[in-house]
């Protein structure tokens, strides 16, 4: 289904689209499953509820090493795809590391609206800065940069949740400013008005927290994803970081940095 033809531009559509640029993108996905079934193997999570829904869930993986910090991380898939579960191949490599990693799930898009996984989003974390007092790194990659944006700019006391405090945070490949997706086919699902998207784009959004913010994008990603860091880059000077290539990556393994993004973060 696309939207009404007074929204939808194909050329738009495409350069949102990572799966039309990456040719064996289903091999990439499959090994997200693969790898996280033998991350879970070797290092079983213990999951918890940051709510009462069937989706506000978390693995937590620790590791043997003293933790240094506590990373949550929020996948991507357009807030219409994907749990938690096929994105535990991140956590060995943090766990070595000394982190304690912290994978949410939300509810999908279109049974709940964007700003309804926001509000399970901030409800996650804070819950885990209660759980997990000390430094705390929130990352997301694609859809879950855009989460982990709007969590870098909330008030928690205006949302009715405990302050949280930020060591720093990271957006893989983000979507910043939501409205060019009004063009593409996630608007039937996303259904967001002018207005709604300019209020859910962190680009239009001030920081709340001073805390630094890394803007990274995979260097062969398309022109859009690039143009998307450099508006978060641009208006969140002083907070976000100048734009970083990743290079040699794309839209599915990029990811695979959060590591040496994190670790830039303890320095």
């Given at each position: 289904m696309t939207p009404p033809p007074d929204l939808f531009n194909a050329a738009i559509n495409d350069d949102y689209m990572p799966s039309r640029r990456v040719l064996d993108w289903k091999e990439q996905v499959d090994s997200w499953t693969r790898d996280s079934a033998a991350a879970r193997?070797?290092?079983?999570?213990?999951?918890?509820?940051?709510?009462?829904?069937?989706?506000?869930?978390?693995?937590?993986?620790?590791?043997?090493?003293?933790?240094?910090?506590?990373?949550?991380?929020?996948h991507g898939g357009y807030w219409q795809a994907f749990y938690k579960d096929t994105f535990s191949y991140l956590a060995p490599p943090l766990l070595d590391a000394g982190f304690r990693v912290a994978v949410m799930s939300y509810d999908l898009n279109p049974a709940v609206?964007?700003?309804?996984?926001?509000?399970?989003?901030?409800?996650?974390?804070?819950?885990?800065?209660?759980?997990?007092?000390?430094?705390?790194?929130?990352?997301?990659?694609s859809a879950g940069a855009h989460l982990a944006a709007m969590l870098h700019a909330t008030d928690w006391a205006a949302e009715g949740l405990p302050e949280v405090e930020l060591t720093g945070s990271i957006g893989i490949s983000g979507l910043y400013d939501l409205g060019p997706l009004r063009h593409t086919e996630l608007q039937p699902?996303?259904?967001?008005?002018?207005?709604?998207?300019?209020?859910?784009?962190?680009?239009f959004l001030s920081p709340t927290s001073a805390a630094p913010f890394i803007v990274a994008v995979g260097g062969e990603e398309s022109q859009s994803f690039l143009w998307q860091s450099q508006q978060l880059?641009?208006?969140?000077?002083?907070?976000?970081?100048?734009?970083?290539?990743?290079?040699?990556?794309?839209?599915?393994?990029?990811?695979?940095?959060?590591?040496?993004l994190a670790l830039g973060l303890l320095r």
């Open positions: 193997e070797a290092y079983p999570p213990l999951e918890l509820a940051y709510g009462e829904g069937e989706h506000e869930r978390l693995d937590v993986f620790e590791g043997v090493a003293e933790t240094r910090a506590t990373l949550l991380f929020i609206t964007l700003a309804q996984i926001v509000a399970q989003a901030r409800q996650a974390t804070a819950f885990v800065a209660t759980q997990f007092p000390g430094p705390l790194i929130v990352a997301g990659h699902g996303l259904q967001l008005s002018e207005a709604e998207a300019r209020a859910l784009s962190p680009a880059a641009g208006a969140w000077a002083g907070v976000a970081s100048p734009v970083q290539l990743l290079p040699g990556r794309h839209h599915f393994n990029a990811p695979d940095e959060v590591l040496g």
